[in-house]
């Protein structure tokens, strides 16, 4: 059964993947996620239109990856520009920068400086 399963996947023609990511960058991974799960799933330029109508951070931070993914389809000489889809969209949380601020009544206060990875995938 298992050798089976291998000369099928072997006939289907293999979808290139085109990606981008951005490591470190300098925003909470919440605030960009909205913006991820409003995107994924469909066609590349329609996303590209809907994270340009957005004023947010996040959605600016976003549509850079996602413009670097369609550059990387574009330069790898991909077919079909025109039906690239959104496959993958991935937020992940980065490295902390932790310092510390005076508080209240001598105690000291932690603030967290929040970074991010935003990768992009697109089929």
């Given amino acids: ?30 605030k960009v996620r909205v913006f991820a799960d409003l995107i994924r799933g469909k066609y590349a330029d329609e996303a590209m239109t809907l994270l340009e109508c957005y004023p947010n951070r ?13 550059h990387n ?13 959104v496959a993958e969209v991935r937020i992940d949380g980065g490295p902390m920068q932790r310092r510390w601020r005076a508080g209240s009544r001598g105690v000291s206060v932690i603030i967290r400086r929040r970074t991010s990875h935003i990768s992009v995938v697109l089929k």
């Fill in 73 to 85: 389809a574009e330069d790898l000489r991909s077919q079909n520009l025109d039906e690239l889809k």
């Fill in 1 to 30: 059964m298992a050798h089976k399963k291998n000369e099928e996947a072997e006939k289907a023609p293999m979808e290139q993947a085109y990606r981008a990511i951005h490591k470190f960058a300098p925003i909470s991974a919440q």
């Fill in 58 to 70: 996040g959605a600016r931070m976003l549509e850079k990856v996602l413009k670097s993914a369609m």
